[in-house]
């Protein structure tokens, strides 16, 4: 029998192919890598936390709210909110809603196919009808647009995908700090590995959506829909956040006579993966807010190290926004080796090769990304 | 009570002389400052004693020194110098405000800024002509020191362009002083006497020219510029501000005094072409800014045509030109000094000064967005916006000088035009854009520096929505400059 | 208490400035840990200030007859400046609309920029802004127009440069401000001859000294232009028209203010001059040439265009250009009213764009379509907005129009025509813009387009009502028009006859036609070399922009850089190094450091002293100067 050695990968970035077929994540393995991976998913599992909670409230409680003025509240309306609300000391929400946006936007998965099915539509034209009931304008307005409604039920449904499934990446980062604080978690492969662990754990958790409206309950994503928590929001999410993303206004012209945005949305490359964080805290950068809101969660360990590089506090959004792109390209090489059509610790040649070319497809769309640049540091 | 502001920062200077030397000490640039501060307040005490309802000199100073010579300690005060001891006083204190505190020598370099400072007020205070040559030649000294010994790699030659240049002004304007003396017979220095002679018209264009020459390198105008943008890129930045601020108004503030003051009646003669000349340096200086590619030869440039229309309003000699004259003095003075000190933030700070290189400054977190947003109302107050004091010193100016040359007032309405094109092409390479990573390591900028910008940011704003602030001290003797000059033509056709 | 609110009318466009300045502590970074959004709600209520003192005043007015506020600002010699504020209802009314239109626009603002983190510098931006319009619509005096024009010019570059690191900002704030600069200077010259010859700088003195000027025919027809070259490059009128496509760049709520009333308030400020116009012909056949080339070129420019920004913003200089029409001939009740109603009109129309750019990430309307059944304020504000914009009962513009022509102003036949072509444009434009942005299928991008949330769509819903109130508006404020008939009614009578049906048949037309077309989603370009060429001559504004290139901009930089190298090599090199050479001899002129330069600087002071006292002990002076002075004597 004639054993096939797979030959060294001629990619590009084939340091990272191989890498990842050793079961490694693509950020380089140092203590300082570590340290600032995981500090900043301890403080993005805080804000994710706030995220997810918000998400799953505007779609349980503002459903189809058309002037959701309290939106941000949790349900919690009182004088002290209010104010800090007016002098925004709070949780840049916006980011969410954005990310969720976007992801709708990209669309992709189970979920996506699955708000556009007659199952779903006619749950929510229930659900429609029982919210204005008693509102002749609204049914007539949604009358003469049909999908009005049904477009915002669709993105109702978006909110509380993405909300659980920043439920599930929020509790999985927090337990990552435990046991980086525990001492347990030594190299940027222990983060990876974790990770790995907690998405392959959750993968088949069920998404689901029910409101109440008049007593009445309407399932409109039931359980027996099938959307899952990895294939169905996990992976559409990766594709639209951390690789697609939106052009940020900022920095590319939406001119469309000088054509910077490319017409298929498949093929833009704005996402977290790629996208320069020197611009973080300009103008027309949708990040700055997330990186606004990790600014207050950071591990003691992180804030000193910010406080004693670069401009301290006043470049920490930038600084916090490189670390951040860091600890992504851990979650990514975590998704990537939990997709991976092959188990990594395979003999088959077959299967070997299976997975060289689907890391190195993967790769094909890294290549203009942040990758070497965050290793470079 | 004139004399404090000549002697207290000779004292000072003294004392930071005398005091030994120690180790990283920041006793000499204290000392400066609080001399500097002295001198500023002093400045300001006189400003707020001094009687604008009458024209003429006040606080005359009187001591007999070289009687033999006609030489004499005359100092006293008017509504023309006021303004621009006042201007050296604030700009003096920012500049050793901006200095740096690990400056090599600090106690040779504070002491010759608090000279500068001392000699430039003594030249504006002076009122016996030998007496303003005697100090407008010792401000050279320390000038040229601070320049070539404090100065960019190519100092030594900027130094000694400056110090030829500026020596051939003061021989040129000597001559023309010793000429007026000897030639009227008055055995005297004293500039009131001098006023009252009368001359044939050829001496006086003769005398004129030498001053309007000897002035006109100094101001500077075209063709005896040059010496100007390679005295500011060699400069530092304290250097600059001062250089740009007060040093040239000293030349301005000279075609005034003795060029229209002494020679009224052959001014009128010569004015239509001094109008002609403005026009045509105005516009020189602005097309040269265009093509430049360092910040401090922009900022150069464009003093060269702003201070054009000075000359300008100097030919045009109408009691709104003149007084007009004198704003624009103190707003170019001010606006100048801004945008050197901006410009010297940048380069500390990238270490270049090239429009090609630096880009996207204003970025908030990396960049320098406080002084891009400085930088910006900078440019746009010496680009004449209205409600910032260059627009009220340009609208007078072209208002107080249409009258007398209009083709060379609109002329120098397009070279304010141009003031926005070349601004706003620097602006928008260096500040707008994308920060590159070359440029993301650079130090932030602490408020300390940024905090004379702020000030003189304000003040042009004040002085641009209250502009009879600034108005109100020189209107009276500007008039007066021309009033014995009633034959100067203010035809509407003078040129046809 | 109504009197307080009138005599104090100056302080509307100071709460602007007010708002403005309260911004700077989040926008030049005092407060960081917190967001900056107190700033927009800060800027928010002074509007809303303004807005309620300002319609407080308007209720009062009318039964008080108009009065000035006058404040001394500077006297030099026997100049005397006053900035002069004009209490009347034209003016009033001029500036509710600007506070309404910045009100609606900030509201929308909070929606459309919430996710960028320096709206407090947007806000206070948009606050100087809001104080510039509101001061232009109340001043009474030149100068002080002028001044608020040039803090609009400087807005609006910043405004467009809101986001500076995009590359094409760099040059669109640029180009914007040096654009409108040019006919800022222009206008700067028109001021300063008019205050030389004489003339007080308030409206009301204009229209005395230009009842007789003192002036020769040539020199009126110079000033008449330099006056109305300001407002040329305001409200984007050929040749300063390519500002406003390239000031699309900058973000969209203002792009609102820019569309409607920025762009009206250079030609507010036109016909408060229009007495001046009247000295000379010229002017008058000017301002009329210029709109027409505006209004017909930017009505077919807009045809090409495939960004829906720049689609509209073109229709905006045509409509600026009737108003120079108006203007030109004479018929200042038209003005006024096509610039009320076309502001209200495009307000909504950028709301409803400005919902569309974020839900579908891009401008470019070949890659949109079938948003119109889930999208209904944004739609519905589209279809109102274009109704009050063309020719069609019972909207705005249809009263206008009817106005126009029906008889009381003198309508010359080449009006009717050029009014029957803009209106026919128009429709087209905007059917075509429907149809391809709106109807047909979803494409990838428009296939997730929910409503816009409720602070963009509120306004968008109450600027679609305003806009249908426009009509009851005008019926109300009829009363502020002149409305004497011409006096040659009767001669026109076919004219008046047809000039309605016509105009609305046109718009109809266009509406068909607009359907009809074949309009291609996708990049694909006629194949037809004459067709291609058209459609890229249109797209890229007939080239203007390169025609500029090759002109202006090539004479200046060249000009520029020959001006460089002469000082460089001819001046500092030659010319002074002569003189030196002369004065100096060849050792010092090199400028030579030896290590020895504080050698030279003792030469020269002692050179100085030796022959300072050679001169004076030998009396050499009084010898040279006698002998000179009889040579020249």
């Not at chain 3, 750019?357 to 907005?385: K, Y």
């Not at chain 3, 030796?610 to 009084?622: D, K, R, V």
């Amino acid at each position: 029998m004639v054993t096939t050695v797979l030959e060294p990968s001629r990619h590009p970035l084939a340091k990272y192919v191989h890498r990842l077929e050793q079961g490694l994540p693509m950020l380089d393995n140092n203590d300082q890598n570590v340290m600032e991976v995981v500090g900043i998913l301890k403080s993005y599992g805080i804000v994710l936390d706030a995220y997810s909670n918000n998400l799953n409230y505007v779609a349980e409680s503002q459903f189809l709210n058309l002037f959701p003025f309290f939106k941000y509240f949790n349900g919690e309306v009182n004088a002290g909110k209010l104010g800090q609300f007016w002098w925004h000391k709070r949780i840049n929400y916006e980011y969410a809603e954005y990310c969720m946006r976007s992801m709708f936007w990209h669309g992709g998965g189970g979920l996506d196919a699955y708000v556009d099915s007659p199952e779903f539509i006619a749950v929510a034209k229930q659900a429609i009808a029982a919210r204005w009931k008693n509102n002749p304008l609204m049914l007539s307005l949604n009358k003469l647009f049909p999908d009005f409604l049904l477009e915002q039920t669709r993105q109702m449904a978006y909110y509380t995908g993405l909300g659980q499934f920043w439920r599930v990446m929020s509790d999985m980062f927090l337990a990552l700090s435990d046991r980086y604080d525990a001492g347990e978690i030594k190299s940027t492969s222990d983060v990876t590995q974790h990770i790995l662990a907690a998405l392959v754990a959750d993968a088949a958790k069920p998404i689901t959506y029910k409101v109440e409206l008049g007593g009445k309950t309407y399932h409109l994503i039931p359980e027996s829909a099938g959307i899952t928590f990895l294939m169905d929001t996990g992976v559409p999410y990766v594709e639209a956040i951390f690789f697609r993303g939106t052009p940020f206004p900022g920095t590319v012209s939406y001119n469309a006579q000088a054509a910077q945005i490319p017409p298929e949305k498949s093929t833009f490359t704005y996402g977290a993966l790629y996208a320069d964080p020197l611009p973080i805290g300009g103008s027309g950068i949708p990040p700055t807010l997330l990186m606004q809101d990790m600014r207050h969660y950071l591990p003691d360990y992180l804030q000193k190290y910010y406080d004693k590089t670069g401009r301290s506090e006043q470049d920490i959004r930038v600084k916090i926004c490189q670390t951040f792109q860091k600890s992504m390209f851990c979650v990514t090489s975590a998704a990537l080796m939990g997709l991976v059509p092959n188990p990594l610790d395979t003999d088959d040649f077959e299967a070997q090769q299976a997975n060289r070319t689907f890391f190195e497809s993967w790769m094909d769309r890294l290549i203009p990304s942040q990758i070497t640049n965050v290793n470079q540091a | 009570m004139l004399s404090a502001l000549i002697w207290l920062p000779l004292i000072g200077a003294l004392i930071i002389a005398v005091i030994p030397p120690a180790e990283n000490s920041q006793t000499p640039r204290n000392i400066a400052l609080v001399s500097s501060f002295c001198v500023f307040g002093w400045g300001l005490w006189i400003a707020i004693n001094y009687d604008v309802a009458i024209a003429g000199l006040q606080f005359a100073e009187h001591i007999p020194w070289v009687e033999w010579l006609g030489l004499n300690y005359d100092i006293a005060i008017d509504g023309l110098s006021l303004p621009l001891m006042v201007l050296n006083g604030l700009l003096t204190l920012v500049a050793i405000w901006i200095s740096s505190k690990e400056i090599h020598r600090p106690r040779f370099y504070f002491a010759l800024f608090l000279l500068l400072q001392a000699s430039v007020n003594g030249a504006f205070l002076a009122q016996d002509v030998l007496l303003f040559f005697l100090f407008y030649e010792i401000e050279i000294i320390p000038l040229y020191f601070l320049i070539a010994i404090w100065g960019g790699k190519r100092r030594g030659y900027a130094a000694i362009k400056f110090l030829l240049y500026t020596a051939v002004s003061g021989i040129l304007l000597l001559a023309s002083f010793l000429g007026l003396t000897f030639l009227s017979g008055a055995n005297t220095f004293a500039y009131t006497a001098l006023q009252n002679t009368s001359l044939p018209m050829a001496s006086q264009l003769l005398l004129l020219a030498g001053i309007v020459v000897g002035f006109g390198i100094k101001i500077p105008f075209l063709p005896f510029h040059t010496w100007l943008p390679d005295a500011h890129v060699e400069a530092s930045t304290p250097v600059s501000v001062i250089l740009a601020g007060v040093l040239l108004k000293l030349g301005t503030y000279g075609l005034l005094r003795f060029g229209l003051g002494l020679f009224p009646e052959a001014w009128s003669v010569v004015a239509p072409w001094l109008a002609i000349w403005a026009a045509i340096s105005a516009l020189y200086g602005a097309s040269c800014a265009i093509a430049q590619t360092d910040m401090k030869k922009v900022v150069a440039y464009s003093s060269i045509a702003h201070m054009a229309f000075i000359l300008l309003a100097a030919a045009a000699a109408t009691p709104i030109s003149l007084a007009a004259a004198e704003i624009q003095m103190i707003s170019h003075g001010l606006i100048s000094g801004l945008l050197f000190l901006l410009v010297g933030i940048v380069y500390k700070k990238t270490g270049s000064r090239d429009v090609n290189y630096l880009r996207g400054l204003l970025n908030p977190e990396r960049g320098l967005p406080i002084t891009g947003a400085l930088m910006i109302l900078g440019v746009m107050a010496s680009a004449g916006l209205p409600g910032m004091a260059g627009f009220v010193a340009e609208f007078l100016i072209f208002r107080g000088s249409f009258i007398a040359y209009p083709i060379p007032t609109l002329l120098c309405l397009v070279g304010t035009g141009l003031t926005a094109v070349y601004f706003l092409l620097m602006i928008n390479k260096v500040f707008f854009g994308r920060l590159t990573p070359e440029l993301a390591a650079m130090d932030p900028v602490n408020w300390g520096d940024q905090f004379p910008a702020v000030v003189l940011v304000i003040l042009l704003f004040i002085f641009g929505l209250q502009p009879q602030w600034m108005i109100r001290w020189s209107e009276a003797d500007t008039a007066a400059l021309i009033t014995p000059t009633a034959q100067v033509e203010l035809s509407l056709n003078s040129l046809q | 208490m109504s009197e307080f609110f009138l005599h104090n009318l100056w302080l509307v466009p100071v709460y602007g400035i007010i708002g403005a300045f309260l911004t700077l502590p989040w926008s030049v970074g005092l407060i960081r840990r917190t967001g900056p959004r107190p700033a927009a709600y800060i800027n928010l209520f002074m509007t809303f200030i303004g807005f309620v003192h300002g319609t407080w005043a308007f209720t009062n007015l009318w039964h008080s007859p108009p009065q000035q506020l006058s404040l001394e600002w500077l006297h030099v010699a026997d100049l005397q400046l006053s900035l002069v504020i004009e209490i009347s209802p034209v003016n009033l009314g001029a500036m509710e609309l600007v506070t309404a239109i910045c009100l609606l626009a900030q509201v929308f603002a909070l929606g459309y920029m919430e996710k960028d983190w320096s709206i407090a510098r947007f806000y206070g931006l948009m606050g100087l802004f809001e104080a510039a319009l509101s001061g232009l619509a109340i001043s009474d005096s030149l100068l002080l127009s002028y001044g608020l024009l040039e803090i609009l010019t400087f807005s609006t570059y910043l405004l467009v440069g809101f986001w500076y690191a995009q590359p094409l900002v760099v040059t669109a704030a640029r180009d914007a401000f040096l654009t409108k600069r040019v006919g800022d200077i222009l206008l700067l010259m028109g001021i300063v001859t008019l205050s030389s010859y004489g003339t007080g700088l308030t409206f009301s003195e204009l229209e005395a000294w230009a009842a007789n000027p003192p002036l020769t025919p040539w020199e009126c027809s110079l000033l008449g232009l330099a006056l109305i070259a300001g407002p040329v490059g305001k409200c984007a009128q050929f040749p300063l028209n390519l500002w406003l496509d390239e000031a699309m760049e900058g973000p969209n709520p203002a792009g609102i203010i820019r569309n409607t009333v920025v762009v009206s308030a250079g030609a507010f400020v036109l016909l408060k001059m229009e007495p001046v116009y009247t000295i000379t012909p010229v002017t008058s056949d000017a301002l009329i040439i210029i709109g027409t080339i505006t209004a017909v070129g930017a009505s077919l420019v807009a045809l090409a265009q495939i960004d829906i920004k720049r689609a509209l913003s073109h229709s905006t200089s045509a409509y600026m250009g009737l108003v120079f029409i108006a203007v030109g001939l004479d018929q200042i009740d038209i003005a006024l009213l096509l610039l009320l109603t076309h502001a209200i009109a495009k307000a909504v129309l950028f709301m409803s764009i400005g919902g569309i750019i974020l839900n579908t990430h891009g401008q470019n309307i070949t890659e949109m379509g079938g948003l119109w059944s889930r999208m209904p304020a944004t739609t519905t504000a589209f279809i109102v907005g274009s109704a009050g914009l063309v020719c069609l009962f019972p909207f705005g513009t249809f009263w206008t129009m009817r106005r126009w022509v029906n008889g009381f102003w003198e309508t010359p036949i080449w009006l009717l025509v050029l009014l029957v072509g803009v209106n026919f444009f128009t429709s087209i434009n905007l059917t075509r813009l429907f149809r391809l942005v709106f109807l047909g299928k979803p494409q990838q991008k428009t296939r997730r387009s929910p409503e816009v949330i409720w602070l963009m769509a509120f306004p968008m819903v109450t600027g679609t009502i305003l806009t249908l109130l426009v009509p009851l508006l005008l019926q109300r404020w009829q009363l502020l028009l002149t409305w004497s008939p011409g006096n040659d009614f009767l001669a026109r009578t076919l004219i008046v006859t047809l000039a309605m049906p016509m105009l609305i048949t046109a718009g109809a037309l266009g509406v068909v036609v607009g359907l009809l077309i074949p309009l291609s989603r996708s990049m694909s370009r006629p194949t037809q070399f004459y067709l291609r060429f058209i459609q890229d001559l249109l797209a890229y504004d007939f080239y203007i922009d390169r025609a500029y290139n090759f002109t202006v901009v090539l004479m200046v930089s060249q000009l520029s850089k020959v001006m460089a190298w002469i000082d460089r090599y001819v001046v500092d090199g030659f010319v002074n190094l002569t003189g030196f050479a002369t004065l100096f001899g060849g050792s010092a002129l090199k400028y030579n450091v030896s290590g020895q330069s504080q050698f030279y600087i003792l030469t020269i002071v002692i050179g100085i002293g030796l022959a300072l006292g050679w001169f004076m002990f030998t009396g050499q002076w009084t010898t040279i100067f006698e002998f000179w002075s009889k040579q020249l004597a």
